[in-house]
């Protein structure tokens, strides 16, 4: 199975500064078909996940333009561009380009 | 609005059967994969089982096969996650998520299993 780290796993963040999570793959998650299936989410305390990003850098509808995802191959980043109270939570990259899905093991945000 | 509500999750002991169920809402059910995706407490997230729309292919991670099987009802846009021989380590938030394009667009909230004596 691909292998799914980040870095950090802990990241403490002051509201208004930005803040960049590390994603990286054992093998390229570029698929056959020309795509790069590498997600981004975030879960809040007590609620479940959410998709921020899909394919790298495509931001779901609803979610704020501070965030962006960028990257290939093996290595992704998240940014974000000024930390908000409600940006706090676990972010968790995940492929799904290679059988099975695999999630990386999150980085928890919290306010400095 | 895409919604999904899981239930079922519950106390049970080692060794032992639980039925997870999933209702969708809000899309057109019979045009997606459907999957479940645990988290064990204070861990990360671990994806269990994928149903593709017509119900005819299933996949299992390895840590489940032959213990869960997974099964949908399209014309009650509901997906189900059968599991016997429970283990201590089957303890988690189950998922209902719904797949599309390579991708766990839509999670529900979540329901308990817990595998104790």
């Known amino acids: 199975d691909v292998v799914m780290t980040q870095s950090p796993l802990s990241l403490p963040v002051t509201l208004g500064q930005p803040a960049s999570i590390s994603c990286r793959s054992s093998?390229?998650?570029?698929?056959?078909?020309?795509?790069?299936?590498l997600d981004w989410l975030h879960q809040r305390p007590g609620q479940s996940p959410r998709r921020l990003i899909h394919k790298v850098s495509k931001r779901d509808s609803g979610v704020p333009d501070r965030f962006s995802g960028s990257g290939s191959g093996t290595d992704f980043t998240l940014k974000i561009s000024r930390v908000e109270a409600e940006d706090v939570g676990v972010y968790y990259c995940v492929q799904i380009t290679h059988w099975p899905p695999v999630f990386g093991p999150g980085t928890k945000v919290d306010i400095k | 609005e895409v919604q999904l509500v899981e239930s079922g999750g519950d106390l049970v002991q080692p060794g032992g059967s639980l039925r997870l169920s999933c209702a969708a809402s809000?899309?057109?059910?019979?045009?997606?994969?459907m999957n479940w995706v645990r988290q064990a407490p204070g861990k990360e997230l671990e994806w269990v089982a994928n149903i593709r729309p017509d119900g005819v292919d299933t996949y299992y991670a390895d840590s489940v096969r032959g213990r869960f099987t997974i099964s949908r009802d399209n014309p009650k846009n509901s997906v189900f996650l059968q599991m016997h021989s429970l283990r201590a380590e089957d303890t988690a938030v189950y998922y209902c998520a719904r797949g599309f394009e390579y991708s766990f667009d839509s999670w529900g909230q979540g329901t308990l299993v817990t595998v104790s004596s």
């Open positions: 809000g899309f057109t059910f019979s045009n997606y994969f």
């Open positions: 093998r390229s998650l570029v698929h056959s078909d020309g795509n790069t299936y």
